[in-house]
T-cell receptor
Framework: AQSVTQLDSQVPVFEEAPVELRCNYS??????LFWYVQYPNQGLQLLLK??????LVKGINGFEAEFNKSQTSFHLRKPSVHISDTAEYFC????????????FGTGTRLKVLA | EAGVAQSPRYKIIEKRQSVAFWCNPI?????LYWYQQILGQGPKLLIQ????????DSQLPKDRFSAERLKGVDSTLKIQPAKLEDSAVYLC?????????????FGSGTRLTVV
C-alpha cells in the first residue's frame, strides 16, 4: 500500500520570494511521483512528474521538484512566486506496475501575498 | 485537443434524493476515472474503467453509488440515495491507456452539496 503526506496544509509567502512545498511518501513497491495544481473551481493540472533518471525534475510555470529516495521525499520548489501561483498543490504517487491508480496527499494551499 | 467535459458544474440536492453526473473523456482515451474530493482532502479514486470494463471499484460504496461507461466513451456516476457525507467535488479524469507515466487529464469537476 502507498500513502502520501503533505505536512503543510497552508503556506503563505510574499510575491517574488522562494517557496518549498513538502511531500513525503511511503510505499512497499516502486512508485512514480507527481505534483498537480488545482486553481479555484478547476480540475487538477499536471505540474511535473518523476518516472526515472535525473532526480531533479522541471515542470511548467517555473516549478521543479527533487526526488530523494533515501528520505522518500519529493518536495516542490519555485525560486520566485507570483500572485497567479496561488492555488492548491497535490502530491501523488502511483505504482510503476499493476493498477497504476494515484494516491493523493491532502494538499497544500499556497497563498502568495502582495 | 478538447479537455475532459463534466456536467453539471454544481448540484444541490436533499438527502435521500438521487443525482447523476456525466463525463466525456478526451477522444481516444481508453481509461476513465471517477474521483471524490471532500473539502480539505485529496482526491480519492472511486472507480476506474478500461474501455467499458471496470478495472477497480474497490472504494466505491456500492450500496448507493453506481457508474457505467457505455460504449467505452461517456460515463455516468449515480448516487442513490444521497447522504450528507457525499457532499464533495466529483472529478472525472482520463488517460491514454491507464499507464500512469502519461499522467491524467482532469475535468473541472461537479460540486455536489447534500442538504
Amino acid at each position: 500500500a502507498q500513502s502520501v503526506t503533505q505536512l503543510d496544509s497552508q503556506v503563505p509567502v510574499f510575491e517574488e520570494a522562494p517557496v518549498e512545498l513538502r511531500c513525503n511518501y511511503s510505499s512497499s513497491v516502486s512508485v512514480y511521483l507527481f505534483w498537480y495544481v488545482q486553481y479555484p473551481n478547476q480540475g487538477l493540472q499536471l505540474l511535473l512528474k518523476y518516472l526515472s533518471g535525473s532526480t531533479l525534475v522541471k515542470g511548467i510555470n517555473g516549478f521543479e521538484a527533487e526526488f530523494n529516495k533515501s528520505q522518500t521525499s519529493f518536495h516542490l520548489r519555485k525560486p520566485s512566486v507570483h500572485i497567479s501561483d496561488t492555488a492548491e498543490y497535490f502530491c501523488a504517487v502511483s505504482p510503476t506496475s499493476g493498477t497504476y491508480k494515484y494516491i493523493f496527499g491532502t494538499g497544500t494551499r499556497l497563498k502568495v501575498l502582495a | 485537443e478538447a479537455g475532459v467535459a463534466q456536467s453539471p458544474r454544481y448540484k444541490i440536492i436533499e438527502k435521500r434524493q438521487s443525482v447523476a453526473f456525466w463525463c466525456n473523456p478526451i477522444s481516444g482515451h481508453a481509461t476513465l476515472y471517477w474521483y471524490q474530493q471532500i473539502l480539505g482532502q485529496g482526491p480519492k479514486l472511486l472507480i476506474q474503467f478500461q474501455n467499458n470494463g471496470v478495472v477497480d471499484d474497490s472504494q466505491l460504496p456500492k450500496d448507493r453509488f453506481s457508474a457505467e461507461r457505455l460504449k467505452g466513451v461517456d460515463s455516468t456516476l449515480k448516487i442513490q440515495p444521497a447522504k450528507l457525507e457525499d457532499s464533495a467535488v466529483y472529478l472525472c479524469a482520463s488517460s491514454l491507456d491507464g499507464s500512469s507515466n502519461y499522467g491524467y487529464t482532469f475535468g473541472s469537476g461537479t460540486r455536489l452539496t447534500v442538504v
